[in-house]
């Protein structure tokens, strides 16, 4: 009794315990006999179908199914599979209301203890909710891969690792890629990027966006490799993905191929700087390499030769055999020349029939820069077939040689112009060097040399001086002396014809001293005559500075002659303070030790760098003519001039304004507070004799020069 009192209890609390757990779920369970008739359920039933208990007892549970074929189906699906609990299923249900839902259900077969099949225990879950939301969420998704399969742009998403999770079409043709292949692959095999010029990898922007979490561009100049080896220029950009707390769980990369857009872009920029007939490069582009041309040069210690040349006749061609024939004509031409120059030459077409040829090498020497100029002429001299006839042309070549024609572009483009026109005036057909030791053939040339060497004892030289005028003294405050040569049969050779000779052959030394002896007692004679102020400039070559003891020689020619040392300014050029030689700084500092004077000459044509103004004690700048020429007319010109006098006023230095010639430019530099000027409106250079008559000049008033000011 005891023990059935026992098992009883047991029982009971069992129950008991069931009861709650029935009461307590959310899910509906509902329980029926082996023919499926509801024996139980709970009130969870009742919210969820909206039968109350007394309802659903006794009925078939075919009352909660919507079709009547799954309450079938699911009978036989207890009885069949009768192992123990069903896996959950979802079952669409009816409620009493009529409206139906989609449930999450379980069921179990209840047996006794000999195995027989005692009822059903099935639960079920309102899982509506859950259902829609994962169906949106699979329609979002669709939707999205749908998106990103049919944009124009790449999509790469890739894990926080950096592995590929997902490749769109675009992505796939682009990468050469399929999304199977690539998915779990390191993105940086996958996405193979590289610079356009370099052919150096770039950076992958996924590591660089998974790191900062930013969004992160790519680099211009980007292109992507396929797979194929094909190549695509790309543009595109990285951000980082997060999750919902914020956290970076992966990267986007979406990119585009831009090959196209590019290419468009290089074309308008070729079109832009060449020329549409010949598809030479024009003007701009032309300038613009002969700038880099002189860098080049600069650096190698090389010549760059600018050859201008002009079809002789070509409107006669063109007025009687058409402009078409013209237009073929100067195709030809440019064909031609590009066929003799190097690949790194530059052939330009300047307009008309007017052709620029830009070439870098061993050109200073006269001998290799006439025989590329001879080539030019030989292949245009070849006959152009003209339907039965066979048409001859000529033409005039001018040719300027940096740096010794000048070190500028426009100073070098107006020489070769000049030496051009000369051609022209010469008949035609031939070639003319700007600097005429270029046009002398070797024995002439050889034979100038000899004469050099005995110019000097031959006293063939002579110094002339031109004033430098103090603008606010109106008076004259020092002269330059500058060299001449009287040769016995050629007259007059001014010393940009002999003085580059001079320099090659080492006669510069010898000559250098003469004009700095015969500079210094000159000054010193005009002192005793009562100028002892009037300073004296006198013209350094590099290579007096470079060879032999030039402070030596400033020293003797002081000690001799008795010239105070701040009476004599040395003109030395950038190029000789620009060398890096312990030679040079040394004799700088032996000059300054002297007390001498020193001044840059022809400042702003060359060099860019101005370091050396600090390194050495400089006095004096002196502005180069050609910027002073081209106030008013070249605004980049009076720039210059503005720059370089406020950096010499600011390092406290005299600056000279050289080759003044109308009052307008005194106008210019005196309100631009230059008053030291030298040029032809004021004084040509003139011998020692006729300085100290203009000494007694007063240039600003009247009948003076500057009095109209
Ligand atoms: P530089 O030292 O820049 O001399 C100024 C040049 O400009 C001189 O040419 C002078 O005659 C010229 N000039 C003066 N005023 C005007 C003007 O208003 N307009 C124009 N267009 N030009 C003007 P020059 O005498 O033919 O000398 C040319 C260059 O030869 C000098 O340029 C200097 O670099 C060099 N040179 C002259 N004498 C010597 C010398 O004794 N030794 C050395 N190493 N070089 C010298
Ligand atoms: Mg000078
Ligand atoms: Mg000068």
């Not at 009794?1 to 129950?15: H, I, N, P, T, V």
């Not at 077969?109 to 829609?132: C, H, L, S, W, Y």
């Amino acid at each position: 009794g005891w023990k059935l009192k026992q098992a009883r209890e047991a029982s009971f609390s069992k129950d008991a315990q069931l009861q709650a757990i029935f009461y307590a779920m959310r899910d509906a369970v509902i329980a029926t006999s082996p023919d499926r008739k509801i024996q139980y359920v709970n009130p969870a039933v009742e919210a969820i179908f909206g039968y109350s208990p007394s309802e659903l007892i006794g009925q078939s549970a075919a009352v909660f199914y919507t079709r009547i074929e799954d309450y079938e189906k699911n009978g036989s699906r207890y009885n069949i599979n009768a192992k123990g609990d069903s896996e959950p299923y979802e079952m669409s249900y009816r409620r009493k209301d009529g409206s139906t839902f989609t449930g999450e259900a379980r069921g179990a077969a209840v047996r006794d203890p000999g195995g027989k099949v005692r009822g059903f225990m099935v639960t079920v879950r309102d899982i509506t909710q859950r259902k829609e939301l994962r169906d949106r969420l699979f329609l979002e998704k669709e939707k999205w891969f749908v998106t990103l399969g049919s944009i124009g742009d790449a999509v790469i998403v890739t894990d926080l690792g950096t592995r590929v999770e997902y490749l769109n079409s675009i992505a796939e043709s682009l990468t050469g890629w399929t999304l199977d292949e690539a998915i779990g692959k390191p993105v940086k095999e996958v996405f193979d990027i590289l610079n356009e010029k370099t052919r150096m990898p770039v950076e992958c922007p996924v590591e660089k966006s998974l790191l900062s979490g930013t969004i992160v561009g790519l680099a211009n100049h980007t292109v992507l490799r396929c797979r194929s080896g094909k190549e695509y220029a790309i543009e595109d950009s990285a951000a980082p993905i997060r999750s919902r707390n914020g956290k970076v769980i992966g990267c986007v990369v979406v990119f585009r191929d831009v090959t196209q857009k590019r290419n468009l872009l290089l074309q308008v920029t070729h079109q832009a700087n060449h020329d549409a007939l010949t598809n030479l490069p024009n003007r701009y582009l032309f300038q613009d390499r002969l700038v880099q041309m002189f860098i080049q040069a600069r650096r190698l210690s090389q010549a760059v030769a600018l050859i201008y040349l002009d079809i002789d006749h070509f409107k006669k061609i063109n007025d009687s055999a058409g402009h078409p024939f013209g237009d073929l004509v100067l195709k030809e031409a440019g064909r031609r020349i590009r066929s003799v120059v190097r690949e790194s030459d530059t052939v330009a077409r300047l307009g008309g029939d007017e052709f620029a040829i830009v070439a870098i090498g061993d050109l200073a020497s006269p001998d290799h820069a006439a025989h590329l100029a001879q080539k030019i002429l030989d292949v245009m001299a070849q006959p152009f077939p003209v339907e039965d006839l066979e048409l001859r042309l000529t033409a005039s070549m001018g040719v300027a040689i940096f740096p010794d024609d000048g070190d500028d572009a426009t100073t070098l483009i107006r020489n070769a112009d000049i030496a051009l026109y000369q051609a022209k005036e010469k008949g035609r057909n031939n070639i003319q060097f700007f600097s005429p030791i270029m046009n002398l053939t070797l024995q002439e040339r050889t034979a100038l040399e000899n004469h050099l060497h005995e110019a000097l004892e031959r006293k063939e030289f002579e110094l002339l001086y031109q004033p430098v005028v103090d603008l606010k003294k109106g008076s004259i405050v020092g002269v330059e002396a500058l060299v001449r040569w009287h040769h016995p049969k050629r007259g007059l050779v001014p010393p940009d014809k002999f003085i580059p000779l001079a320099e090659d052959n080492g006669l510069i030394l010898p000559l250098g001293e003469w004009v700095l002896e015969t500079a210094c007692l000159q000054a010193r004679k005009w002192g005793e005559l009562g100028f002892p102020a009037l300073r004296v400039a006198v013209n350094v070559s590099t290579r007096q500075l470079t060879r032999g003891d030039f402070p030596g020689l400033v020293e003797r020619c002081l000690k001799a002659t008795g010239l105070a040392p701040d009476c004599l300014e040395l003109e030395l050029t950038e190029s000789v303070l620009l060398q890096k030689s312990a030679k040079v700084g040394d004799a700088m500092s032996a000059l300054r030790i002297l007390g001498v004077r020193i001044s840059i000459d022809d400042f702003g044509t060359g060099y860019s760098s101005l370091g050396y103004l600090t390194r050495f004690h400089v006095n004096t700048l002196k502005i180069d003519g050609t910027f002073v020429q081209g106030i008013k007319t070249h605004p980049g010109n009076t720039a210059v001039i503005k720059a370089i006098l406020a950096l010499g006023h600011a390092m406290s230095m005299d600056i000279i304004a050289e080759g003044v010639e109308t009052l307008d430019q005194v106008r210019f530099l005196k309100n631009q507070r230059c008053h030291l000027l030298q040029g032809y409106l004021l004084s040509q250079p003139v011998t020692a004799q006729e300085i100290p008559g203009i000494l007694a000049n007063d240039f600003l008033t009247p009948p003076g020069i500057l009095s109209g000011l």
